[in-house]
C-alpha cells in the first residue's frame, strides 16, 4: 500500500504508540482472552461469561480517560492489571520497519514525538520491552494532561506540553476517531495504519490515507 506524505511541509511527526508503532496483537490478547480468562477465574464462572460482562463494560468507557486508566480496571474489577498484563509481556511486539523510521526522521532532523492513551504503568511495561524512547525525541501520555486523543481539547493542550505547528505537523495513529479530533484540533497532515494487529486482516480507513507498513513512507535523509 502506497501513501503520499509531503515531508517538505512537516517538521513534528507524533505518534501514537498501540496499533501505530507497536503491534495491537498484545493488547487484543490481553483484554479479549488473558483478563477474562483471569477473571472468570477469580469469579468461578466459564471464559465466555467472563469475556461477556467485561467486554460490556469496556464499551461502557470507550473513549473516555477510564477506558485507558490501568487503575481505574483494577480498582472497578478487583484485580492487579498491571501485574496480569505482565503475564503477557512477551507478546508486546514492534511493528516492522519502525526503528528504521524513527531513525530516519531523526536523520533528516525532524522531531518524533510519541503521544499515547496509554495508561503510564502500560507504557512503562511497553518500554521495558522495546526500548522505544530510545528512538525518540518525546513520550507524551495522555493521563498525564488528563484528556485521552479522542477529545478535540487535547491536542490545544498537548501545545502547552509540546511546541509544535499544527500545519506542519503529521499524525500516525490507527484510531480513526483520535485522527478526527486532532483534524479539528487543527493537525494538518493525518496518516491511518492499516494494520493495527498484525493478526486481523487489513482496516477500513475511512476518508484518511493509510499505510500497511513504515517502509513506505521513509522521509528523507535531509529536510
Not at 500500500?1 to 508503532?21: R, S
Not at 522531531?111 to 521495558?128: D, E
Amino acid at each position: 500500500m502506497k501513501t503520499l506524505i509531503e515531508w517538505q511541509a512537516i517538521d513534528t511527526v507524533l505518534l501514537d504508540m498501540d496499533g501505530t508503532l507497536l503491534d495491537l496483537n498484545f493488547d487484543n490478547q490481553f483484554w479479549l482472552h488473558h483478563l477474562p480468562r483471569r477473571y472468570a477465574q477469580q469469579h468461578g464462572i466459564s471464559e465466555t461469561q467472563a469475556r461477556q460482562h467485561l467486554i460490556e463494560r469496556f464499551n461502557a468507557e470507550r473513549g473516555t480517560i477510564n477506558w485507558y486508566c490501568l487503575d481505574f480496571w483494577s480498582n472497578e474489577l478487583e484485580l492487579d492489571i498491571a501485574l496480569i498484563k505482565d503475564e503477557v509481556a512477551h507478546l508486546i511486539a514492534i511493528h516492522p520497519h519502525v526503528i528504521n523510521f524513527l531513525d530516519a526522521l531523526r536523520s533528516s532532523h525532524r522531531r518524533a514525538v510519541l503521544v499515547t492513551n496509554a495508561h503510564q504503568k502500560s507504557l512503562a511495561l511497553k518500554l521495558k520491552h522495546t526500548a522505544l524512547d530510545g528512538h525518540l525525541d518525546a513520550v507524551i501520555c495522555a493521563h498525564d494532561l488528563g484528556l485521552p486523543k479522542e477529545e478535540t481539547a487535547f491536542w490545544f493542550r498537548l501545545q502547552e506540553w509540546e511546541t509544535f505547528n499544527p500545519e506542519r505537523t503529521l499524525l500516525i495513529d490507527d484510531n480513526l476517531d483520535v485522527l478526527r479530533s486532532a483534524q479539528q484540533g487543527g493537525i494538518r497532515h493525518l496518516l491511518a495504519m492499516a494494520r493495527p494487529d498484525s493478526n486481523k486482516p487489513l482496516q477500513a480507513t475511512a476518508e484518511f490515507m493509510a499505510v500497511e507498513h513504515f517502509s513506505a513512507i521513509m522521509p528523507p535523509a535531509t529536510s
